[in-house]
């Protein structure tokens, strides 16, 4: 099955999720919008109990996004399972050509593949947050591979903050675990991983405990490339 060729003025190109919601077994592509070119995860939809919508066994690719999320975007708070897919060939204009994370957003990965996407920074993904927020992957299963960053993190950009500014940081807290790195390429800086603050690597991360840090764990960055630093 396919959803392509759609478009929408403001949020989620080919697919609005408002709900929990399953996609699994189809093709997104081709799809244009502000915020989430192929899909957007806007609203969980549930108060109690597990809201997290999924997506397997699904190819994302060739979408685009004018702002951020040329694949997928998950707006504040929202819950999203990825397993068994590839988020291939979208491009942002300004964040996340293939996943765009925002504030309090917990999302959970296995064998997934993120590749060629493109965007001004986080070509890959790009989590940007002023509150907690999560990206768990399933070890050894998840790459983030050939992606571009115009300006910054070719492969993943992390900004906690409360803004834009690569300064501008607030109290979250960003843990990210077990993801592979690799052959990404930024144009100025962090050819693979770009962080705007604080750094606390750890073997086996436990509660976040610290305001203003992103925690990495079992992550392995190699053979990425950037024309300026990192």
């Known amino acids: 099955s396919r959803v392509d060729d759609n478009s929408a003025t403001s949020m989620g190109g080919n697919v609005a999720m408002y709900v929990r919601t399953q996609l699994s077994g189809i093709s997104i592509g081709n799809g244009i919008s502000r915020y989430g070119g192929g899909i957007a995860k806007i609203w969980d939809g549930c ?12 190819t994302v690719r060739n979408n685009r996004a004018e702002i951020d999320g040329g694949g997928i975007y998950c707006a504040k708070t929202t819950k999203i399972i990825v397993s068994n ?10 964040k996340g050509g293939g996943i765009m994370l925002e ?35 399933e070890k050894d299963t998840v790459t983030i ?6 300006t910054k993190g070719g492969g993943l950009y992390l900004h ?10 607030g109290s979250g ?15 100025e ?22 305001d203003n ?8 960055v190699f053979n990425n490339s950037a024309d300026r630093d990192g």
């Open 47 to 58: 108060k109690t109990g597990d809201c997290s919508s999924v997506v397997a066994d699904v």
């Open 85 to 94: 897919s590839t988020i291939l060939q979208n491009i942002a204009t300004k």
């Open 103 to 137: 504030s309090q957003t917990i999302t959970n990965m296995s064998t997934v593949r993120i590749a060629e996407n493109v965007a001004g920074v986080g070509g890959g993904i790009a989590l940007i947050t002023n509150e907690t927020a999560v990206l768990v992957a």
């Open 145 to 150: 591979e050939h992606n571009l960053g115009n």
């Open 160 to 169: 906690q903050g409360t803004g834009t500014r690569d300064l501008d940081w």
């Open 173 to 187: 807290r960003i843990l990210i675990t077990n993801v592979h790195i690799k052959l990404n390429t930024a144009k």
């Open 189 to 210: 800086d962090g050819g693979g991983l770009f962080v705007s603050t604080d750094v606390t690597i750890r073997d086996d991360p436990e509660i976040l405990q610290f």
């Open 213 to 220: 840090t992103i925690e990495l764990s079992g992550i392995k």
